[in-house]
């Protein structure tokens, strides 16, 4: 039970989402998600590519 309420105590005292609000966390956090996959979705079309140059380099 002490662990717990430590728990709680660190989330509405240090956590952003309690501090700026749910929809503003949610806002940030949408934002973060989506740059991480456009950053994932780019080193996936660059990993393909040189995957394709090297089996075209092959034949």
């Known amino acids: ?3 717990a309420k430590s728990i709680h105590r660190w ?11 749910a929809a ?3 806002a940030t956090f949408i934002a973060i998600q989506s740059a991480r996959g456009r950053k ?12 394709k140059n090297i089996l075209e380099a092959i034949k």
């Open 11 to 21: 989330i509405t005292t240090q956590s952003r989402m309690w501090s700026d609000g």
């Open 40 to 51: 994932s979705i780019e080193k996936k079309r660059e990993h393909s590519q040189t995957a």
């Open 24 to 26: 503003v966390y949610e």
């Open 1 to 3: 039970q002490q662990i």
